[in-house]
Nanobody
Framework: VQLQAFGGGLVQAGGSLRVSCAASGNIFSNMGWYRQAPGKQRELVALITLGGKTNYADSVKGRFTISRDNAKNTVYLQMNSLKPDDTAVYYC?????????WGQGTQVTVSS
């Protein structure tokens, strides 16, 4: 199983970015994104089930949108109205039958 993340980068506050993650191998029941800022624990950003049910951290509700293309086994995270507090390494996640898989992480930096 491999999770390959794309996107990320540097953006000014108020701007937008999109990250995507392509999974090889299985079709996963849950896919999503976590993030880890310097000196902080990894935290959930958003999850989406195979059927399209979503779950968001309160801090990103209304600003971020998660989606997935099951045919491509790819999950996307559209991030709008970005804030400096969103600066972190974003990790792609996939879960199936109690097994968890992680991508390599992609840096998102929001400048004020």
């Amino acid at each position: 199983v491999q999770l390959q993340a794309f996107g990320g980068g540097l953006v000014q506050a108020g701007g937008s970015l999109r990250v995507s993650c392509a999974a090889s191998g299985n079709i996963f029941s849950n896919m999503g994104w976590y993030r880890q800022a310097p000196g902080k624990q990894r935290e959930l950003v958003a999850l989406i089930t195979l059927g399209g049910k979503t779950n968001y951290a309160d801090s990103v509700k209304g600003r971020f949108t998660i989606s997935r293309d099951n045919a491509k086994n790819t999950v996307y995270l559209q991030m709008n109205s970005l804030k400096p507090d969103d600066t972190a390494v974003y990790y792609c996640y996939a879960g199936q039958l109690g097994r968890n898989y992680w991508g390599q992480g992609t840096q998102v930096t929001v400048s004020s």
